[in-house]
């Protein structure tokens, strides 16, 4: 058979494995840029990369696993989170049901942060690293980083500042930390809470 005839007689399935394979490449990359687009409203926050701001008021979440930014999200939808920005923003007038959640999730998932996180004084980190292998490891793996499985998200290299607010705040009941986490981080004195963000601030995420 000759080149011409060869490729006139593949030519119907090649037609026939385009049309199969054409609507998911569509579907997927559609779903990218749908991801993109929703962020354009996390960004005003959070920022392009996801850095958050380095005074603490917004974390980063650039990076952490889909999973982990998807359970979060659904926190604030049902009230189990509070926060009014970001229960207006995970609002279906913003993420109109499961599927731009999971596609705004994948997309943070896949940002690469580069603003660096902010730390603290630095004088405290043994302290801070005993008191975290002492009383969140469990939970949290010994170096802060995402338990995908758990929804956990990650704690390392978060900004110093806002793990120390959210720490002082499940200390007095204010957040929906408190229940878990104010027996624990209730018995630690100011300086060691702070010891802790410090340090958490500095381990680096995995890639």
């Known amino acids: ?30 779903e990218v840029e749908s991801g ?40 604030f939808r049902s009230g189990a989170r509070t926060d009014l920005r970001m229960q207006h923003f995970s609002n279906d007038d913003h993420l109109a049901g499961a599927k731009a959640v999971d596609a705004v999730s994948r997309y943070i998932a896949g940002l690469r942060r580069v603003t660096p996180p902010a730390k603290g004084s630095g004088r405290e980190l043994a302290a801070g690293a005993a008191e975290f292998a002492r009383s969140c490891a469990s939970c949290h793996g010994p170096q802060g980083r995402a338990v995908e499985s758990s929804g956990i998200p990650a704690l390392a290299a978060q900004h ?41 601030s500095r381990v680096t995420p995995l890639d």
Request: charged content about 20%; some cysteine; hydrophobic content about 40%.
């Open 1 to 30: 058979m000759g080149y011409d005839a060869f490729m006139r007689s593949i030519l119907p399935w090649v037609v026939l494995l385009v049309a199969h394979l054409l609507p998911t490449a569509l579907a997927s990359g559609g």
């Open 36 to 75: 993109a687009e929703l962020y354009r409203d996390c960004a005003a926050c959070h920022s392009k990369d996801g850095g958050g701001v380095t005074d603490g008021s917004v974390p980063a979440i650039g990076g952490q696993p889909a999973e982990v930014v998807r359970r979060q999200l659904q926190r």
């Open 160 to 200: 110093a500042p806002y793990l120390e607010r959210k720490l002082r705040d499940a200390a007095a009941g204010q957040n929906s930390l408190g229940q878990s986490h104010r027996p624990i981080v209730s018995r630690l004195p100011p300086e060691r809470v702070a010891a802790i963000a410090d340090w958490l």
